[in-house]
């Protein structure tokens, strides 16, 4: 039996200080793009550090119709090959490097579309590392593999009151106050270990007007409720006397919008459920995790309807 060595990699330096530095390479990485006409397919929207080892450059492409933005991306891939012979991913990551001035582990690109009122399309993104010396790159460039939420919430301290009363504490039940609600029943649903070893945590917040959206990762039997502890994970923490988990794990992508009723009576929220699975011996990286569809479709859709209901009877509780 063959077991991967238990070896630490090094610490990466903080470079969180440097994010003036990097916020101005990124307008030249964009003089870059521009002078070598791969600025006519993207654009840079920011340059931010997620951990304070790690730089991510996010890149959109020029269109906000999402066939329209897979078309010019494909065809930059084509031209640039054909013209320099190897992949235009490779010269984004090695240009973003270079102008950076940081280690390639340290750093990553990210290429997305944002829809008309400036949010991503979950259904597309390539992501582009550098792991055991070559430039790796990850891409989805299709449909949303994604269920969907839609709620109508009308809370039960504006029932049955006059439209008087309904306007003075309507305003408790703005987008804000909803979102954050929302959020207090994902942490208290969410981050609480099912499995020994797993840390889900609620990340990647993002509230921006009517819409939110944020991601949970490290979830154990939350949508894959069948999943067991395979045989040869028992075989290691008996040898090991160790008490781990192996079962697959689990990454949700949560997005709402919101929208108030006419009469100011409720409102509604609908969203996206995005349900994807990796290893259970180690944390996978963002781009190692796989969509749960179409071989785990039927479970994330009934996953999709329990969740809906249990927001909603939290949502219409809320005072």
């Not at 030249?28 to 550090?49: C, H, P």
């Not at 439209?163 to 703005?174: D, K, L």
Request: charged share 30%; glycine share 6%.
């Amino acid at each position: 039996m063959a077991l991967l060595p238990a070896t630490l990699p090094a610490q990466d330096q903080d470079i969180g200080p440097d994010i003036g530095f990097f916020r101005s390479q990124a307008l030249g990485y964009q003089r870059w793009l521009d002078a070598t006409g791969i600025g006519d397919a993207l654009r840079v929207d920011q340059v931010r550090v997620k951990e304070p080892g790690k730089l991510e450059l996010l890149l959109v492409v020029k269109s906000t119709d999402l066939d329209t933005a897979i078309g010019r991306w494909k065809r930059l891939q084509q031209d640039f090959l054909a013209r320099e012979g190897y992949p235009v991913t490779e010269k984004l990551f090695r240009v973003f490097m270079h102008k950076m001035e940081i280690p390639p582990e340290q750093g990553n690109v990210q290429v997305y579309v944002k829809d008309a009122s400036g949010e991503y399309i979950p259904c597309f993104y390539v992501w582009i590392w550098q792991e055991n010396a070559e430039v790796q790159t990850e891409a989805r460039l299709n449909e949303c593999r994604s269920s969907e939420l839609d709620l109508l919430i009308r809370p039960y301290a504006l029932r049955n009151i006059g439209a008087a009363q309904t306007n003075r504490i309507n305003s408790r039940y703005g987008p804000e106050a909803v979102f954050e609600e929302v959020l207090r029943y994902a942490r208290a649903r969410f981050e609480t270990p099912r499995c020994d070893g797993r840390q889900p945590r609620v990340e990647e917040v993002v509230i921006k007007g009517n819409r939110l959206s944020f991601t949970v990762s490290d979830l154990c039997k939350e949508v894959l409720r069948d999943e067991q502890e395979p045989i040869w994970g028992k075989v290691l923490n008996l040898i090991y006397s160790q008490d781990k988990s192996f079962i697959k794990r689990e990454r949700l992508s949560f997005s709402f919008s919101y929208n108030a009723l006419d009469g100011q009576q409720g409102y509604t929220l609908t969203g996206l459920i995005e349900g994807k699975f990796g290893s259970g011996i180690y944390q996978p990286r963002q781009s190692g995790y796989i969509d749960m569809e179409p071989d785990f479709q039927d479970y994330l859709k009934t996953y999709a309807i329990n969740f809906q209901n249990a927001l909603r009877e939290r949502l219409e509780k809320q005072k």
